[in-house]
């Protein structure tokens, strides 16, 4: 430093403006197992929630429940909240507009004009919010390749931060 004509009080200047020097985290490798010490050690940033208390960001989440429970209901509400950045069932917090993602809602269940009949209902209360699709795979699940790829089709076109498959798979 002094060789390259600097001097002690810039050196401390420049030491004192500068923010401390911390490593960067290593990625977490989610392709192994780990013991309970090494996962325990790790800093793990908080989550961030899609929808308070109910969808944390990059998380993968269930809807279970008995047949006619309303689970589509729910699943679909969730899709117009995350997707207008909205409260969900009118109570939750659906995180701040920076959480608000395009979200891809694939229904695999109920025909085609039923499925239109809710999310028309779904429209009038909430809009519908240009980051919102639906792609409907009724006659061809996923086991099937045509409806695997008709899926997948769905999937690239709209590039989704956030699906949610009806029923979940």
């Known amino acids: ?29 989610r392709t192994r197992a780990m013991s309970g010490t090494d996962f325990l050690s790790m800093e793990i940033p908080p ?14 989440g269930y809807v279970v429940g008995l047949p006619t429970v309303f689970k589509s209901f729910y699943a679909l509400e969730m899709a117009f909240a995350v997707a207008n950045g909205s409260a969900f069932l009118g109570h939750f917090d659906a995180g701040s507009p920076l959480l608000e993602r395009r979200v891809l809602l694939v229904q695999f269940e109920s025909s085609m004009h039923s499925f239109q009949r809710r999310v028309r209902a779904a429209a009038l209360r909430h809009g519908i919010p ?8 009724a006659t061809r699940p996923l086991e099937d390749p045509a409806g695997r790829e008709r899926t997948e089709r769905a999937l690239d076109a709209t590039r989704p931060g956030q699906l949610i498959p009806d029923p979940p798979l």
């Not at 002690?8 to 500068?18: G, K, P, T």
């Not at 989550?47 to 993968?60: K, N």
């Not at 240009?130 to 795979?137: Q, V, Y």
């Open 1 to 29: 430093w002094v060789a390259a004509g600097g001097n002690r009080d810039e050196l401390l200047s420049l030491v004192a403006s500068s923010s401390e020097w911390k490593p960067e985290r290593p990625a977490i490798d």
């Open 47 to 60: 989550a961030q929630w899609l929808i308070t208390g109910h969808l944390p960001e990059q998380s993968i």
């Open 130 to 137: 240009a980051r919102l699709h639906f792609h409907s795979n």
